[in-house]
């Protein structure tokens, strides 16, 4: 070619791109601007598109501002700005980059929305749509699998039922993505009956629409039901994904269905696939279920990489298998290996503690705990006044209670049982009386607790309300 200009730079680069070969368009970039090419808008899309499929927010952002400064922007660029930015994670950006956009079309709405959900921020999701939607703009079937994805996560089930009718079974019925997508919402917001029916119904099915049903069977304690729809899967070859692995192995831990559990493991290790660290602490939380802590040693031990939540599982299900001792092994081995724990990690180490009334280890963990402002939740402090309780420092464990920020069930039974076993019954009943105030029902495991404890206590029951009542 006797001579290069902007436009032939661009088509190369763009042709590389389409082939996946992203080394060669960001050689073939750098080349074009040593020989003095001004890139033009066409251009910086094809790298912000690059710079978006391998997470390169740092040449991203140069180029971001090599565009604000030459002026190229239009609604094609800041679209792919808004999505290089979404695509790195880095929301504040985006959205800055997406109001700061005079005009938009349904493709960076539905970047915005989908970016959302896929961070954790339906709510935010479900608000953009509805902007969205008040702005005149119809969404596509991208737009529609990121609202559902949304109302999934934050069980927005009126919501999504409202999207079925309105938009998917118009217009979208038959749609592969829009289908399971449906599936997924239905099964997370525990309707499993709609769930099934949708994925009756679609005519195309996915190994990620046969996933997104048996998770949710399995979500839901549905373990006899996840199993069978999996080897339906099987006799059918549809292939398994790791998260139906994982998915599977849930619902053989929920029912303790050892042997099925056990020839998914084998499965694995016959077809020589490494399993994947979301794989490995699923097994070990698998074995701990069904009672096999030395298979759940062994597994932890074969995994080339353990993560907080593969410790995790061992330690929980240490706690709960009646191995208190290993479990506090185990988290001294973790923060050894340099894995910092966190607030379920605790939560578990303390459960040991209280098994074992070793008080002393758990004031340990509380000290670690109150140096990690993360671990100021209902979790930990529940279980550091179970803990405290157990072990017959009940004054330690109200100070734990009367200093949470916020109470759930869980915080007031226990320190409501605390109270009781420990013989304070007057303690334990006001505490009933103000939980009852804050308008939070007292079950009948609290209940009988108390009443078991206060026996010996002039006390009478209200059956309208369940509450004892002090005599005086």
Request: charged residues 20%; aromatic residues 10%.
């Amino acid at each position: 070619m006797p001579k290069k200009n902007v436009v032939t730079w661009t088509a190369v680069i763009d042709g590389y791109l389409e082939f996946g070969f992203d080394d060669e368009a960001l050689r073939l970039f750098e080349d074009s601007i040593k020989n003095g090419v001004r890139p033009n808008g066409k251009m910086f899309v094809c790298v912000l598109n690059l710079c978006s499929r391998g997470l390169d927010l740092e040449l991203g952002s140069q180029i971001h501002a090599c565009i604000l400064k030459g002026g190229w922007r239009n609604l094609i660029v800041d679209s792919a700005v808004v999505y290089l930015y979404a695509q790195c994670g880095e929301l504040r950006s985006a959205f800055l980059a997406f109001n700061q956009m005079p005009e938009w079309d349904v493709v960076c709405w539905t970047t915005m929305i989908t970016a959302c959900s896929q961070q954790g921020r339906g709510r935010e999701a479900l608000s953009l749509f509805s902007r969205m939607l008040s702005k005149g703009f119809l969404p596509n079937e991208f737009t529609v699998c990121g609202v559902l994805k949304a109302c999934g996560e934050e069980k927005a089930l009126k919501f999504g039922r409202q999207l079925h009718s309105a938009i998917v079974k118009k217009i979208y019925k038959n749609d592969i993505y829009v289908g399971t997508s449906l599936v997924d919402m239905y099964a997370k917001c525990g309707e499993m009956t709609d769930s099934r029916n949708v994925f009756n119904g679609m005519r195309n099915r996915n190994t990620v629409t046969w996933t997104s049903l048996i998770a949710g069977y399995a979500r839901k304690g549905l373990g006899e039901e996840a199993m069978r729809l999996f080897r339906v899967m099987k006799r059918r070859n549809i292939h398994a994904n790791n998260l139906t692995i994982v998915s599977v192995l849930r619902a053989c831990g929920s029912i303790e269905a050892s042997l099925l559990g056990r020839e998914l493991h084998a499965q694995i290790i016959k077809n020589s696939l490494e399993p994947s660290i979301y794989i490995g602490s699923t097994l070990i939380w698998f074995y701990c279920k069904c009672g096999e802590y030395l298979q759940a040693f062994k597994v932890l031990q074969q995994m080339p990489f353990r993560d907080v939540v593969s410790w995790t599982a061992i330690i929980s299900g240490c706690a709960s298998l009646g191995q208190e001792s290993e479990a506090l092994e185990f988290l001294k081995e973790m923060m050894g290996e340099g894995v910092d724990p966190n607030s379920f990690t605790c939560s578990s180490a303390l459960k040991a503690c209280a098994n074992m009334e070793s008080v002393l280890q758990g004031k340990l963990i509380h000290s670690y705990a109150n140096k990690t402002p993360a671990f100021s939740n209902v979790f930990v402090g529940s279980a550091l006044i179970h803990m405290y309780s157990k072990c017959g420092y009940v004054s330690e464990a109200f100070q734990v209670f009367d200093s949470m920020p916020e109470r759930n069930l869980v915080s007031w039974k226990a320190m409501i049982v605390g109270y009781a076993k420990n013989g304070m019954c007057r303690e334990a009943l006001k505490l009933m009386y103000r939980m009852k105030a804050e308008g939070i029902e007292v079950d009948d495991y609290v209940f009988a607790t108390v009443l078991t404890a206060c026996g010996d206590v002039g006390c009478y029951m209200d059956p309208s309300s369940k509450y004892y009542l002090l005599s005086s």
